[in-house]
């Protein structure tokens, strides 16, 4: 999970290395992701979203697809 | 609170404060307990995904957000300095903090600087992006790769 300055450069760097290409996430979508598994990290009652809700709340941000479901069996990279 | 509950808020709201992971005996000390005590509370969080655990079984190498050990992803907020396991993570620390912070952290290609402004409602515009490699699916099979 790293930082790029441009999606040349994350295509650079997959491709450098035989790593398959996957969705770019913008910085104001990767705030509501970190918004959502960490505001309450510091309280008792934090927990971590379940998978079963994990998919939703990709979805909610505009992530979609099996690379953002963490109860898919398969998944086929070709996103 | 539940004891587990307990030691999870000890550790994390240490990691908060100062920007290191606490010691087994630290956390033992604070809450007045036999360390060993604490040590299986530190198995049981780690199986519930809240700490990932050092081969030693006691030393903390994530506290997700936070990182135990220095990274590349950098964070100073009133003064701490912390470290991230991840660029998820890096935006992770201020939204746990819940006050503005600074991460510093680069391209991983062009290694070029990241210097980004974060504040109580999230960063400041930026043009940068994430990528993550493995699918959620995935991700916990190597937590550290990932």
């Not at chain 2, 908060?16 to 509370?41: C, F, M, N, S, Y």
């Amino acid at each position: 999970m790293l930082f790029f300055r441009s999606e040349e450069l994350i295509d650079a760097w997959c491709g450098s290395r035989a790593i398959p290409r996957r969705p770019t996430v913008r910085m104001d979508q990767l705030w509501q992701l970190a918004v959502t598994w960490y505001a309450t990290r510091l309280e008792p009652e934090s927990r971590r979203p379940a998978p079963t809700e994990m998919r939703r709340i990709f979805e909610g941000i505009g992530l979609e697809g099996d690379f953002w479901d963490p109860q898919a069996d398969t998944f086929s990279g070709e996103q | 609170m539940d004891f587990d509950i307990q030691v999870k808020v000890a550790i994390y709201r240490a990691l908060a404060a100062t920007g290191q992971a606490p010691r087994a005996d630290e956390i033992a000390d604070q809450l007045v307990v036999p360390p060993p005590d604490v040590k299986k509370a530190y198995a049981r969080l780690a199986q519930r995904r809240l700490l990932v655990l050092e081969p030693d079984g006691v030393s903390i190498r994530m506290a997700p957000p936070f990182s135990g050990v220095p990274t590349q992803h950098r964070i100073q907020s009133a003064g701490v300095q912390y470290y991230a396991n991840c660029a998820w993570d890096a935006l992770g620390i201020p939204a746990a903090l819940g006050r503005p912070a600074e991460v510093i952290s680069r391209c991983e290609q062009s290694h070029e600087p990241l210097e980004l402004a974060v504040g109580v409602a999230g960063p400041e515009a930026s043009s940068w992006l994430f990528h993550c490699g493995v699918p959620a699916a995935q991700w916990w099979q190597d937590i550290v790769f990932t």
